[in-house]
């Protein structure tokens, strides 16, 4: 199993942009298909999703704004958050897993998380 680690969350104003990263350690076919999800309260839902091969996934509410990205050769998936909003704030944590997912946003086919890094954005 990989291990995952977050960073680049922070407080920001509505409009500005943020990027994401998650570096991983360990079994390298374990981040085989990697996403992004975030967290408000204790409900989690999928923002995006990027296969070994690129082929990416993103949830409408974020379509047009966001980009995931990874660049293997550093170990490390992104989240490019661009015109953020208030809506956005929340825990945002990466997620890997070896095989494809039936739903890239269904949370159980993932075998690990990150610990998760927060994003705030003010009106």
């Known amino acids: 199993e990989v291990q995952l680690v977050e960073s680049g969350g922070g407080s920001v104003q509505a409009g500005e942009s943020l990027t994401l990263s998650c570096t991983y350690t360990?079994?390298?076919?374990?981040?085989?298909?990697m996403a992004w999800f975030r967290q408000v309260s204790t409900e989690r839902r999928g923002v995006a999703a990027i296969?070994?091969?690129?082929?990416?996934s993103y949830a409408d509410s974020v379509k047009g704004r966001f980009t995931i990205s990874r660049d293997d050769a550093k170990n490390t998936l992104y989240l490019q958050m661009n015109n953020l909003e208030p809506d956005d704030t929340a825990e945002y944590y990466c997620?890997?897993?070896?095989?494809?997912?039936?739903?890239?946003?269904?949370?159980?086919?993932?075998?690990?998380w990150g610990q998760g890094t927060q994003v705030t954005v003010s009106s």
């Open positions: 997620a890997a897993t070896s095989k494809r997912p039936y739903k890239w946003s269904f949370l159980t086919p993932y075998e690990a």
């Open positions: 360990g079994d390298r076919f374990g981040a085989n298909y």
């Open positions: 296969t070994f091969d690129g082929v990416t």
